[in-house]
């Protein structure tokens, strides 16, 4: 029998564990946390109910949180000199 993957598909969209999140933001866990509590950043889904559960995020949003950022970069570009 294979070994179960790390890999969760969800409706053609997947989660993503903390080491990859970090791979895509470049945050660290704190500034991560941070911006979800301030609902600036997509919230995790936890796994289980133990305070030590495993958490993932949806990698749709994760991306849509991207595009947003990119969309408001490409808005306050500066003027042309």
């Known amino acids: 029998m294979n070994a179960p993957s790390q890999e969760i598909t969800v409706m053609n969209d997947r ?3 903390k080491k990859e999140l970090r791979t895509i933001v470049l945050y660290s866990d704190a500034h991560i946390a941070r911006l979800e509590a301030a609902g600036q ?3 995790r889904l936890r796994l289980g ?3 030590r559960c495993r958490v993932g995020w949806v990698l ?3 991306q ?3 595009q947003s950022k990119l969309a408001s970069r490409d808005d ?3 003027s042309a000199a």
């Open 64 to 66: 849509a949180w991207w």
């Open 49 to 51: 109910n133990g305070p």
């Open 15 to 17: 989660l993503v564990g």
């Open 41 to 43: 950043f997509p919230k």
């Open 60 to 62: 749709s949003e994760v």
């Open 76 to 78: 306050a570009s500066p």
